[in-house]
């Protein structure tokens, strides 16, 4: 029989679990402690559990799924991991620290689907999706090797591939994150991104709604977005901002607009003003993200003074606009680039 990954479980599923191979559900308490609390990667670590219990459990049940292949620091501290799944697949995480917290961005997919034309990741297709346990354990593999003085504080979810085609096993995950008892992360320190999936935005409105929500949108008109989102065929412009326009958003939960600045393709006064025209009346915080040229690339970054002009058209009308400084760009660690094929991600 297989053995069941317990990172997969929420903690009522962990006491259904306890309580099928003949265990008081009070263990499933005391083993998520272990696995979340103290991250231990082995039964036997659990040493307020009998001996005969533990090798029930090893027989029964695995913790860990994924396997660290190679880790690398950029200039400014920022790590990369390459995780190995069980199946052989390959996976990246980022780890970025920052004065006073430190952010973990998850994959959630291997490669991904959606395809935007400017994106590395999306140069390798899309395998699968992760399960539960490959996105959770990204996040204690991390902290197991960062330490704990080093607490990661915030999850973004914008790594490999698009969260919200995996929506059934990201909502487990963020589950897993923020129950008290497991990982026990504020819902406000994590961002789920996607590039505009409506279902998924409406479902994270009714399921996820303290999470917070960044969009992709990287462009203003549907002529311009296609050609760099192909998504945008099937969720155009006005039906993604019609599903943001009901979110349940505030001026402390505000939505990030994520807006790669693309030379002489999106990067125009013209399109600052119609962004202003998109965003009016919703709670938003524009983030412009400086593109990340990487070889064979047929995009060109903006230059800054562009950039900044943009960022100018926002604050004149009382938008909140940061221009993201990019981290890890020695890595290949920077937003869009990362890779499931070692070889590739020099
Ligand atoms: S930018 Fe994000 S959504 Fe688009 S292809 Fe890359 S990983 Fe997928």
Redesign the pocket.
């Known amino acids: 029989m297989d053995r069941v990954v317990l990172k997969d479980l929420n903690l009522e599923e962990l006491k259904d679990f306890v309580t099928s191979i003949g265990l008081e559900p009070y263990r499933a308490k005391q083993i998520a402690q272990w696995i979340y609390k103290k991250r231990v990667s082995d039964f036997d670590s659990m040493t307020n559990i009998s001996k005969a219990t533990r090798k029930l459990l090893s027989e029964k049940a695995a913790i860990d799924v994924l396997k660290t292949v190679k880790v690398e620091e950029s200039a400014d501290g920022t790590r990369k991991y390459l995780f190995e799944l069980p199946d052989g697949n390959r996976i990246e995480s980022v780890f970025i620290p920052e004065k006073g917290w430190n952010t973990l961005c998850v994959s959630t997919q291997v490669g991904?689907p959606?395809?935007?034309k400017f994106?590395l990741?999306?140069k390798d297709g899309f395998t699968r999706s992760l399960t539960p346990a490959e996105i959770v354990d990204q996040y204690i593999q991390v902290q197991r090797d960062v330490g704990e003085e080093r607490r990661i504080s915030n999850v973004v979810f914008m790594g490999?591939?698009?969260p919200l085609l995996n929506f059934d096993n990201v909502k487990k995950a963020v589950e897993i994150m923020t129950h008290r008892d497991m990982l026990d992360l504020s819902k406000r320190k994590i961002t789920i991104s996607t590039?505009g999936i409506v279902p998924g935005i409406e479902r994270m409105a009714r399921e996820l709604n303290r999470v917070k929500l960044a969009v992709?949108l990287h462009a203003t008109t549907d002529e311009v977005r296609e050609k760099i989102v192909p998504l945008n065929r099937k969720y155009p412009i006005g039906e993604i901002f019609r599903a943001l326009r009901r979110y349940p958003a505030d001026n402390v939960r505000r939505i990030m607009i994520e807006y790669v600045m693309l030379k002489d393709v999106n990067d125009s006064l013209e399109d600052a003003r119609r962004l202003v025209g998109l965003v009016r009346g919703i709670p938003v915080k524009v983030n412009l993200i400086p593109f990340n040229p990487y070889p064979g690339s047929s995009f060109e970054p903006t230059p800054r003074e562009k950039i900044e002009a943009f960022q100018k058209v926002l604050w004149d009308h009382n938008i909140a606009a940061f221009i993201r400084e990019s981290r890890g760009q020695d890595i290949s660690a920077a937003c869009?680039m990362l890779r499931t094929k070692e070889k590739l991600s020099a």
């Open positions: 991904c959606a395809g935007c994106c990741t999306a490999m591939g698009e590039v992709s869009g």
